[in-house]
């Protein structure tokens, strides 16, 4: 079990949802600028770095 003791992608509780629903208004209003070229670097750095861990 994860540290706050739900599993997987169970919803959060209200903190959770409340940062979400913060962020999700931020970046609707330009407040904050999502980069493509950023976010798929790091979904591949993720993906290699649970690849290596399995090989291990």
Same mark, same amino acid.
């Given at each position: ?18 940062k ?6 931020? %970046?609707?209003?330009?407040k904050?600028? #999502?980069?493509?070229?950023? %976010?798929?670097?790091?979904? %591949?750095r993720d993906? #290699?770095?649970?690849? @290596?861990? @399995?090989?291990?």
């Amino acid at each position: 079990m994860k540290p706050s003791g739900r599993k997987g992608n169970e919803p959060g509780k209200g903190s959770d949802s409340r940062k979400i629903q913060e962020i999700r208004t931020a %970046v609707s209003n330009g407040k904050y600028r #999502v980069e493509s070229d950023k %976010v798929a670097e790091k979904i %591949v750095r993720d993906a #290699v770095r649970e690849i @290596r861990g @399995r090989l291990k």
